[in-house]
Structures are given as structure tokens and as C-alpha cells.
């Protein structure tokens, strides 16, 4: 059989650099290179939350367009940071 499209090569980020995972389409963080028979990669949610791991073939990187908006400091967050600064 013929393949329509050259294999894809792996992109390799840098740790808690932000990619987008195509199989699930979501972006994540990504954090270490996954251990399987396949190459993986373990990525976690923007903002926190529990790793998922996915094919290495299947991340690509994030132009600075996409790049999200710097997050609000929550309430506790923005007391703390005037409590410190006071």
C-alpha cells in the first residue's frame, strides 16, 4: 500500500513548553518523554491537573500566535502578593 503522506517526524519540545496533542486536540504541557514500545510523550493539562500520554507523532508545536494570555492571580493569590509587598 502506498502512503499519501511521508511519516511524520517526532517533534521534540522542552519541558513545560506548551504543544498541541492532535489525536485528543487539546493543548497541554509538555513534561518527559513517555517509556512505552512506541514513542510517547506525557503532556498535563494548562493550569494543572493529571498527565495524559500520547504518541509522540502526534504533537506539534504552537505558534506565538496560539500562546495563551498570561493567567489572573486568584483572590488568595492577589492577597498574598499585597500582603508581602505591604
Known amino acids: 500500500m502506498k502512503r499519501s503522506e511521508p511519516p511524520?517526524?517526532?517533534?521534540?519540545?522542552?519541558v513545560g513548553?506548551?504543544?498541541h496533542d492532535?489525536?485528543?486536540?487539546v493543548d497541554g504541557v509538555y513534561q518527559s518523554p513517555g517509556f512505552g514500545?512506541?514513542?510517547?510523550?506525557?503532556l498535563r493539562?494548562?493550569?494543572?491537573?493529571?498527565?495524559?500520554?500520547?504518541p509522540a507523532s502526534e504533537i506539534d508545536r504552537i505558534h506565538?500566535?496560539?500562546?495563551l494570555d498570561p493567567v489572573q492571580p486568584t483572590g488568595a493569590q492577589d492577597r498574598a502578593r499585597k500582603q508581602a509587598t505591604a
Open 17 to 19: 513548553e506548551l504543544v
Open 64 to 67: 506565538p500566535a496560539r500562546e
Open 37 to 42: 514500545k512506541y514513542p510517547t510523550v506525557y
Open 8 to 14: 511524520r517526524h517526532p517533534y521534540t519540545p522542552q
Open 45 to 54: 493539562p494548562v493550569g494543572g491537573g493529571i498527565e495524559w500520554e500520547t
Open 22 to 25: 492532535t489525536k485528543h486536540d
